[in-house]
């Protein structure tokens, strides 16, 4: 179901411990706990790039990109507001953080969501991510689906 057009909406990176940044993120982190609430609280997060997206100068979206191996980095704090959903919003910020991760020379981008977020998963696969064994701190987490993709240039 759409909601009420976004107008224009602007996608920039942006400080990841910024303001807007930090109230996306508590945004997630409140709807993750509804869906999962025995989750942990999320890591502290060193990304070497985060992108926010804003309509109306409001934040309405935020993706962040984490360096996990040479070649390879994990995309993570995926998240669009509730009322901005609908528009196609996750599928741009994920096609500008492939272009950015691709020119910063990333080959392969890793991906984690949980098995309840239907929504998550099915974009993922949309976009060309292939299921993948879960890696990392993931690895005997009976929630996680985790995904990844090749990035050509």
Do not use: W
């Not at 500008?96 to 981008?109: C, I, M, N, T, W």
């Amino acid at each position: 179901m759409k909601s009420e057009p976004l107008g224009e909406v602007a996608i920039e990176a942006c400080d990841f411990a910024g303001h807007d940044m930090r109230s996306l993120l508590q945004a997630l982190e409140h709807e993750l706990f509804q869906i999962y609430p025995g989750m942990p609280k999320p890591a502290v997060l060193q990304p070497s790039l985060a992108l926010i997206a804003r309509g109306e100068a409001q934040p309405l979206g935020c993706v962040a990109l984490v360096p996990s191996a040479a070649d390879a980095a994990e995309i993570k704090r995926l998240f669009v507001t509730p009322s901005a959903r609908g528009h196609g919003l996750a599928k741009r910020l994920l096609a500008d953080l492939e272009r950015r991760a691709s020119q910063q020379g990333v080959k392969r981008l890793l991906v984690e969501t949980g098995n309840l977020q239907a929504p998550a998963i099915s974009l993922y696969q949309g976009l060309g991510y292939r299921p993948i064994a879960p890696f990392g701190p993931y690895i005997g987490n009976p929630v996680s689906c985790c995904f990844e993709k090749a990035l050509t240039r």
